[in-house]
């Protein structure tokens, strides 16, 4: 008889690894059309032209599958598609993908001061309106969106695109920005600690597909 553990069945993993492996797989198909991201977000589609709006600025940057840039959205805003969304948690970041007053808001040329809301031209316009933000946000890094935790890191931390899910962020910032840096992002951002720990919250939220099938690409 062959003494076969769990592990030469799974590939070389264990079962609670394989299955993982599964589940930060997250959605095979796509690329998903306007019609998809308005049947799998009601609140898209309440907002005629939305859709088609996500559609353009995805091919225009280069995201493989608009369905990518609605779910992120969508994580970003707690469902809501709300240009206005403000973060909960403390940060000065606003809007469809959380423009951080900081960072994100002046790689767009926009600017505000601490502790006020933003200019109107970018709060008050209207979702349609602020995706050109968007798409100037991740026009920049054009042509490296290959897969959705491309699209996602370059949302709530650029520096880990070129990383691994294993990235550690808080520790980047306790080497980077010290202690006190790295206890406030803890706090902002709890249950973040890897690369990959945005992703499987961001991938749990989505309604459409996170992973581009074979065939699709």
Known sequence: LSCLSAKDFFGGKTIAEFY??????????GPSTAQDIN???SVVA???????KIVEVANKVGIPDPG???NLINFETDGSFNET???KRGSDCWGLIQFCRDSGAKEVGVTWISGQRPPDYFLNEGPI??????EKYFLK???KYKKIQDVYARVFFPISMD?????????????NEGQAAASTYRRQNPGIIYKGDYMKFANKNAKLPTVLAPTAT
């Open 39 to 41: 049947n799998a977000y």
């Open 163 to 175: 990383q691994g899910d294993d990235f550690n962020i808080y520790d980047w910032y306790v080497e």
């Open 85 to 87: 969304k403000q973060n």
């Open 141 to 143: 890094d054009r042509g």
């Open 68 to 70: 990518w840039l609605a």
């Open 20 to 29: 993982k492996d599964i589940e930060d797989a997250g959605i095979v198909g």
């Open 46 to 52: 309440g907002i005629p032209g939305l859709a088609d």
């Open 129 to 134: 309106a602020q995706m050109d933000y968007v």
